[in-house]
T-cell receptor, first 117, second 116 residues
Framework: EDKVVQSPLSLVVHEGDTVTLNCSYEVTNFRSLLWYKQEKKAPTFLFMLTSSGIEKKSGRLSSILDKKELFSILNITATQTGDSAVYLCAVDRITRILYNQGGKLIFGQGTELSVKP | EAQVTQNPRYLITVTGKKLTVTCSQNMNHEYMSWYRQDPGLGLRQIYYSMNVEVTDKGDVPEGYKVSRKEKRNFPLILESPSPNQTSLYFC???????????????FGSGTQLSVL
């Protein structure tokens, strides 16, 4: 059975700390791994990762994928209270192999990050 | 403004009374999908659609129906809602997934459904 597991489920840090969020997966026909940030409403896209070892970076956030060990990490440096959110990891699976088309996303449970002033 | 619009935002209903949650996107996206979000379980995919008249089951399709008669609309239908379908529902869309293309899902604002 395909699954995506995130850890920790919940994390409380102080402003300025660095955090690492983990996402491990067991998925057939892997296509890509995606990270989203969910505040009060709908998730917003952060990163998409398809290749091992290539770091994606956006400001204080960065992410990397290890396709051999089947995990990804999301790093946030110098955290701010505005980083408080649920961070979701999702894996896109190829559903039509001939066309390398994805579509079937499976999400992890999410990591709830709370950054205190 | 590019957006995915879901309606209603909140809905309280009773067991067995058919309901439809609408979803519309104005970005000409081929791909649309529905998710439900429950505490401790994260987002789970209900159905998705790669294009008009093409729909596929996600991981939790039981008790739901969808249709994709037009590109912009992807309604979620609960023919006979039950209390275990009480959840937060999200609709999402993106451009058609192709090799190497970045996938960015645009999510609607969510529909909080309570089935009594």
């Amino acid at each position: 059975e395909d699954k995506v597991v995130q850890s920790p489920l919940s994390l409380v840090v102080h402003e300025g700390d660095t955090v690492t969020l983990n996402c491990s997966y067991e998925v057939t026909n892997f296509r890509s791994l995606l990270w989203y940030k969910q505040e009060k409403k709908a998730p917003t896209f952060l990163f998409m990762l398809t290749s091992s070892g290539i770091e994606k970076k956006s400001g204080r956030l960065s992410s990397i994928l290890d396709k051999k060990e089947l995990f990804s990490i999301l790093n946030i440096t110098a955290t701010q209270t505005g980083d408080s959110a649920v961070y979701l990891c999702a894996v896109d699976r190829i559903t039509r192999i001939l066309y390398n088309q994805g579509g079937k996303l499976i999400f992890g449970q999410g990591t709830e990050l709370s950054v205190k002033p | 403004e590019a957006q995915v619009t879901q309606n209603p935002r909140y809905l309280i209903t009773v067991t067995g009374k058919k309901l439809t949650v609408t979803c519309s996107q104005n970005m000409n996206h081929e791909y649309m999908s529905w998710y439900r979000q429950d505490p401790g379980l994260g987002l789970r995919q209900i159905y998705y659609s790669m294009n008009v008249e093409v729909t596929d089951k996600g991981d939790v399709p039981e008790g739901y129906k969808v249709s994709r008669k037009e590109k912009r609309n992807f309604p979620l239908i609960l023919e006979s809602p039950s209390p275990n379908q009480t959840s937060l529902y999200f609709c999402a869309s993106s451009r058609r997934l192709q090799r190497g293309e970045k996938e960015k899902l645009f999510f609607g604002s969510g529909t909080q459904l309570s089935v009594l």
